[in-house]
DNA sequence: AGAAAAAACTAATAAGTGTTAGTTTTGTAA
DNA sequence: TTACAAAACTAACACTTATTAGTTTTTTCT
């Protein structure tokens, strides 16, 4: 028994994950095969099902973990007693540092659940629905409270979540654009867009 | 000789990458086979080659077709004689009204390019970064004549660009929100914020 | 050291991959 | 009708796929 721990604190299957978060992001889901991610690890490709079951419970485990997270942390924001404005900019903030820290995952989570299984599938696209919701509810509720304009809130939802979405393309840039400089414009353009 | 027509006025090529947008977008390309294709075109799989030269032809023609039409409508917009928050803003539009029309296409163009071989790879890449400049140039000048708040220019291209691209998730709620709406929302949102 | 469990290995399976060769059918033009 | 080309077909090739079975090595605990 006991663990085996590769690392520091992580078990052997933590670290599959890990690379086959990373793998998948690369090759996308399909394209990515178990000997490759085996060739990462640095085993067998078999010995990795000493650790996992299955190569769509790898994209399970990764797609859950990332979807809880979001939907743990709007939970919180939703009990909060602030504004919606300062909600929905709680919100974004939130996503660019998750995805700044956790970005294969969150990358994978957002780009190749669409292979997860049934019934999988499904109960994925319900957490996401269900996030979605809870930005529309700022959004709306902010609007009866006169913070915000009279807009769309299904439209103004998307387009948030939409442009925290694209930091996937911001990776390569890093250096040119620090992420607080990221994070402040981001937000600032969103909530109050750019014209003089 | 003589093409054969399928339809009204598209080639059997046309046909089959018609076809083929549309699977590489539910299933992606990796996970999408010839077979798979075949069936849907009607034909057995080896039939296909008689009208295409690869797989891998039918993603770059995919995604050329879709680089080259957003090429050529930022240069026009260059050319004109609006003022940059319009030049903008006519991107904007361009972007929601060529994704609400070719959407199969435009969404392989924007999540399966990286199963793009060398050097078309690199080819899209660039044509990529060439119109991401473009629309950093309308911002950047903005900002010289005072049109714009002085925001970071690269920011700004990416959370429009990002926005856009996440009509992808709008398909599914057309009934709900009319097309019009959404442009003018979004538009107006990415411009000049939702805050009161 | 000896026993037990964990994790690695080799080898194989059955199914699926893009693509080609060779052949037959279909459609067009003389 | 005869000729020719376009486009369909069947069959096969050479690989790759995820996964399992069975075995051996490594690690852990007593």
Not at 86 to 103: D, G
Not at 144 to 173: C, D, H, P
């Amino acid at each position: 028994m006991a663990k085996i721990l590769t690392g520091k604190n992580t078990s052997k299957k933590e670290v599959i994950l890990q690379k086959a978060a990373s793998l998948f992001k690369s090759k996308s889901y399909s394209a990515a095969s178990m000997r490759e991610l085996a060739d990462i690890v640095g085993v067998e490709a078999s010995s990795l099902y000493n650790h996992i079951g299955s190569k769509s419970e790898l994209l399970q485990d990764i797609c859950f973990k990332t979807g809880y997270q979001f939907l743990e942390q709007i939970e919180k924001i939703k009990n909060s007693s602030n504004s919606n404005v300062e909600k929905i900019e709680t919100v974004i903030r939130f996503h660019i540092k998750t995805m700044a820290e956790n970005f294969d995952e969150v990358y994978v989570a957002n780009h190749e659940w669409k292979h997860l299984e049934e019934p999988y599938l499904t109960d994925f696209l319900n957490i996401r629905r269900n996030y979605e919701k809870s930005l529309m509810s700022f959004i709306e509720t902010g609007i009866e409270e006169k913070e915000i304009r009279l807009v769309n809130s299904y439209v103004a939802m998307l387009t948030i979540l939409s442009a925290v979405r694209g930091l996937e393309f911001w990776q390569r840039s890093k250096k040119n654009v620090p992420l607080q400089v990221l994070e402040n414009d981001m937000v600032n353009q969103l909530l109050n867009g750019i014209t003089k």
